[in-house]
């Protein structure tokens, strides 16, 4: 995960704490942004090459098909959000999104992201997201959602 929020120093990372822990968070790469340049992607790949040539390989095909759907319009591209598992179903990830959502509607501008989470699908339309492309990418099915401008 270090490696990826690493790739794109654009990124804004939002965080809810417990007890003085983190529990959630969520990264959002402002608009024009979310697209990893160049030299980010070398990293991404060196970084993958020390885990083997297959897992550089299936890293930067991952990259390849996600960044293909990537939405044309100005849109802020949400992820990754996390919740500690056994937290989970108790109001964080609502609060990350509602904080999101809110950040899109004061930017007037649409929300991106993609998750190969079957169960997070139905979370994210919650908050105004559709699902506007499926593909499997290495044998696991993805789902590439937007979320219009309000």
Do not use: K
């Amino acid at each position: 995960m270090r490696v990826l929020l690493s790739s794109s120093p654009a990124l804004t990372i939002d965080g809810v704490e417990q007890g003085g822990a983190l529990v959630g968070v969520a990264a959002a790469a402002p608009p024009g942004r979310c697209q990893p340049r160049a030299v980010a992607r070398l990293r991404l790949v060196t970084r993958g090459v020390t885990f083997g040539p297959r897992a550089a390989e299936r890293l930067l095909t991952w990259n390849r098909a996600w960044a293909a759907h990537d939405i044309s319009e100005p849109h802020v591209h949400l992820g990754p959000v996390s919740v500690d598992r056994h937290l989970r179903g108790r109001g964080i990830g609502t609060l990350l999104m509602l904080r999101h959502t809110t950040h899109l509607d004061s930017l007037g501008v649409a929300g991106y992201l993609e998750t190969d989470r079957p169960e997070a699908v139905g979370f994210y339309e919650r908050h105004g997201y559709a699902v506007i492309a499926e593909e499997e990418i290495l044998g696991v099915p993805n789902w590439f959602m937007r979320r219009p401008p309000n």
